[in-house]
Protein backbone atom coordinates (compact mmCIF):
# COMPACT_ATOMS: atom_id res chain seq x y z
CA UNK A 1 0.00 0.00 0.00
CA UNK A 2 2.91 2.39 -0.71
CA UNK A 3 3.02 2.30 -4.52
CA UNK A 4 3.77 6.24 -5.86
CA UNK A 5 -0.21 6.40 -7.19
CA UNK A 6 -0.44 10.20 -6.98
CA UNK A 7 -3.93 9.24 -4.98
CA UNK A 8 -2.38 6.79 -2.61
CA UNK A 9 0.30 9.05 -1.54
CA UNK A 10 -2.20 12.07 -1.12
CA UNK A 11 -4.38 9.31 0.84
CA UNK A 12 -1.62 8.00 3.27
CA UNK A 13 -0.22 11.92 3.86
CA UNK A 14 -3.65 12.79 4.78
CA UNK A 15 -4.14 10.18 7.25
CA UNK A 16 -0.80 10.42 8.50
CA UNK A 17 -1.40 14.29 8.89
CA UNK A 18 -4.51 13.68 10.93
CA UNK A 19 -3.00 11.23 13.27
CA UNK A 20 -0.01 13.43 13.39
CA UNK A 21 -2.67 16.05 14.53
CA UNK A 22 -0.85 18.39 11.93
CA UNK A 23 -3.99 20.95 10.48
CA UNK A 24 -1.51 22.70 8.17
CA UNK A 25 0.05 19.94 6.34
CA UNK A 26 -3.64 17.74 6.31
CA UNK A 27 -5.43 21.32 5.31
CA UNK A 28 -2.29 21.49 2.13
CA UNK A 29 -3.42 18.65 0.47
CA UNK A 30 -6.67 19.82 -0.74
CA UNK A 31 -6.86 21.38 -3.67
CA UNK A 32 -8.32 25.35 -3.53
CA UNK A 33 -11.52 23.94 -4.38
CA UNK A 34 -11.98 20.42 -2.41
CA UNK A 35 -13.79 19.37 -0.39
CA UNK A 36 -14.40 16.61 2.44
CA UNK A 37 -17.66 14.44 3.09
CA UNK A 38 -17.03 12.40 5.98
CA UNK A 39 -19.37 10.96 6.26
CA UNK A 40 -21.30 10.97 2.78
CA UNK A 41 -24.82 12.09 3.73
CA UNK A 42 -26.46 14.68 6.46
CA UNK A 43 -24.62 13.96 10.13
CA UNK A 44 -24.14 16.40 12.86
CA UNK A 45 -21.21 17.04 10.89
CA UNK A 46 -22.92 17.86 8.11
CA UNK A 47 -26.70 18.28 8.47
CA UNK A 48 -27.56 18.90 5.00
CA UNK A 49 -25.21 16.38 3.53
CA UNK A 50 -23.48 19.03 0.84
CA UNK A 51 -19.93 18.42 2.03
CA UNK A 52 -17.22 20.77 3.26
CA UNK A 53 -16.51 23.07 0.22
CA UNK A 54 -13.00 24.83 0.35
CA UNK A 55 -10.07 25.50 2.81
CA UNK A 56 -11.85 27.56 4.99
CA UNK A 57 -15.06 24.83 5.74
CA UNK A 58 -12.48 22.16 5.50
CA UNK A 59 -10.47 24.07 8.15
CA UNK A 60 -13.92 24.48 10.36
CA UNK A 61 -14.19 20.70 9.47
CA UNK A 62 -11.08 19.90 10.93
CA UNK A 63 -11.58 21.68 13.98
CA UNK A 64 -14.85 20.16 14.76
CA UNK A 65 -13.88 16.55 14.02
CA UNK A 66 -9.92 15.53 14.13
CA UNK A 67 -9.03 18.46 16.15
CA UNK A 68 -11.27 17.09 19.26
CA UNK A 69 -9.71 13.32 19.32
CA UNK A 70 -7.33 12.43 21.30
CA UNK A 71 -5.80 9.96 19.30
CA UNK A 72 -6.70 8.97 15.30
CA UNK A 73 -5.63 5.52 14.78
CA UNK A 74 -6.62 4.66 10.45
CA UNK A 75 -6.61 0.64 10.12
CA UNK A 76 -6.46 -0.22 6.80
CA UNK A 77 -7.42 -3.37 5.93
CA UNK A 78 -7.26 -3.14 1.93
CA UNK A 79 -6.41 -0.17 -0.99
CA UNK A 80 -7.33 0.02 -4.30
CA UNK A 81 -6.25 2.58 -6.65
CA UNK A 82 -8.66 3.22 -10.20
CA UNK A 83 -7.66 6.28 -12.21
CA UNK A 84 -7.43 9.07 -10.14
CA UNK A 85 -9.09 8.25 -7.02
CA UNK A 86 -7.90 5.83 -4.01
CA UNK A 87 -10.06 3.63 -1.92
CA UNK A 88 -9.39 2.41 1.19
CA UNK A 89 -11.29 -0.35 3.15
CA UNK A 90 -11.02 -0.37 7.18
CA UNK A 91 -11.62 1.46 10.71
CA UNK A 92 -10.97 4.75 11.89
CA UNK A 93 -10.35 4.25 15.75
CA UNK A 94 -10.82 7.58 17.36
CA UNK A 95 -10.05 8.21 20.94
CA UNK A 96 -11.82 10.83 22.74
CA UNK A 97 -12.82 11.80 26.25
CA UNK A 98 -11.64 8.24 27.57
CA UNK A 99 -13.46 5.90 25.31
CA UNK A 100 -12.47 4.04 21.95
CA UNK A 101 -15.13 4.31 18.77
CA UNK A 102 -14.10 2.57 15.36
CA UNK A 103 -15.41 3.64 12.46
CA UNK A 104 -15.54 1.03 9.73
CA UNK A 105 -15.89 2.11 6.27
CA UNK A 106 -14.64 2.97 2.74
CA UNK A 107 -12.77 6.08 2.29
CA UNK A 108 -12.35 7.43 -0.86
CA UNK A 109 -9.29 9.92 -2.05
CA UNK A 110 -9.78 11.60 -5.92
CA UNK A 111 -6.60 13.73 -6.61
CA UNK A 112 -6.57 16.18 -9.25
CA UNK A 113 -3.72 16.47 -12.12
CA UNK A 114 -1.47 18.52 -9.29
CA UNK A 115 -1.83 15.42 -6.98
CA UNK A 116 -3.98 17.95 -4.60
CA UNK A 117 -7.05 16.28 -2.76
CA UNK A 118 -10.09 17.25 -4.78
CA UNK A 119 -12.31 15.31 -2.67
CA UNK A 120 -11.99 13.17 0.34
CA UNK A 121 -15.12 10.95 0.77
CA UNK A 122 -15.94 8.79 3.98
CA UNK A 123 -18.32 6.25 3.91
CA UNK A 124 -19.50 5.44 7.23
CA UNK A 125 -22.66 4.90 9.49
CA UNK A 126 -22.48 7.15 12.65
CA UNK A 127 -24.53 5.10 14.96
CA UNK A 128 -22.92 1.89 14.02
CA UNK A 129 -19.80 3.47 15.31
CA UNK A 130 -21.03 4.72 18.37
CA UNK A 131 -22.41 0.90 18.90
CA UNK A 132 -18.44 0.37 19.80
CA UNK A 133 -17.84 2.79 22.10
CA UNK A 134 -15.64 1.44 25.13
CA UNK A 135 -13.66 2.67 27.67
CA UNK A 136 -10.14 3.15 26.64
Not at 8 to 34: H, I, P, Q, T, Y
Not at 45 to 56: I, L, S
Not at 72 to 78: A, G, R, S, T, V
Not at 103 to 109: D, K, L, R, S
Amino acid sequence: MTDEHPARVAGNASRAAASGKNKEAWLDLFAEDGWVEDPVGPSGFDPEGKGHHGREAISKFYDMTIATADKLEFLIDDSLVCGNENVNIGKIRTTIGGSIIDAEGVFVYRVNDAGKIASLRAFWEVDRAMKTARKA
